[in-house]
């Protein structure tokens, strides 16, 4: 069974940075790509970014690019999530997903931005 | 690539065809998905590449489309498929739509 857990998530002041993680079971994590998503409190989603299995290509939304960074450790089957210079527009939830088309969700971390 | 869902809102009984529309600003070349979410749950993919039913979905559930225009539709709408229904393309700058809510009328 495909599983994806996020973790990390939490109550983080403005300006500061935060590191989500995305713990993967179930399948062959290094074949993969892996994304990304958020959604905040009574939105839609917006797609943040992906890696493919070597990291050799990461791409990100425009508006992101410099504050968030995604990379993997293929040994461990986990996913990352950097955030820097959070503002209270960074508060949402947090998912992880596996492939290019999404297939499948972890059920997500919340993180919320307020002093 | 921009996504324009329509309606944002759709109200429809148990048992109506429903039909959601999404278009792009651009060519998406097939690449567009569908995803169901349901209140305080993850997303779940419905259908990729267009056409494609994800496993374990019911085959109420298809895909249309080409170019700038895509359709998902729910050939009889039971009670459980009420949810936000979002497109998504992954051919340029991935990028979703705002989302159609479905609900019972």
């Known amino acids: 069974e495909v599983k994806l857990v996020e973790s990390g998530g939490g109550l983080v002041q403005p300006g500061r940075s935060l590191k989500l993680s995305c713990a993967a079971s179930?399948?062959?994590?290094?074949?993969?790509?892996m994304g990304w998503v958020r959604q905040a409190p009574g939105k839609g989603l917006e797609w943040i970014g992906e890696?493919?299995?070597?990291?050799?290509?990461?791409n990100y939304t425009p508006s992101l690019k410099d504050k968030f960074t995604i990379s993997r450790d293929n040994a461990q089957n986990t996913l990352y999530l950097q955030m820097s210079k959070l503002g209270s527009e960074d508060t949402a939830i947090y998912y992880c997903?596996?492939?290019?088309?999404?297939?499948?969700w972890g059920q997500g971390t919340l993180v919320t931005v307020s002093s | 690539i921009q996504l324009t869902q329509s309606p944002s809102l759709l109200s429809a009984s148990v048992g109506d065809r429903v039909t959601l529309s999404c278009k792009g600003s651009?060519?998406?070349?097939?690449?567009l998905a569908w995803y169901q979410q349901k209140l305080g749950e993850a997303p779940k993919l419905l259908i990729y590449?267009?056409?494609s039913l994800q496993t374990g979905i019911p085959s109420r559930f298809s895909g249309s489309g080409s170019g700038t225009d895509y359709t998902l539709t729910i050939s009889s709408l039971h009670s459980e498929d009420l949810a936000t229904y979002y497109c998504?393309?992954?051919?340029?700058?991935?990028?979703f739509g705002a989302g159609t809510k479905l609900e019972l009328k």
């Open positions: 590449k267009t056409n």
């Open positions: 998504y393309q992954y051919n340029n700058g991935n990028t």
């Open positions: 890696i493919n299995q070597d990291s050799s290509t990461i």
């Open positions: 179930g399948f062959s994590f290094n074949d993969y790509w």
């Open positions: 651009q060519n998406i070349n097939n690449y």
């Open positions: 997903a596996r492939g290019y088309n999404l297939a499948y």
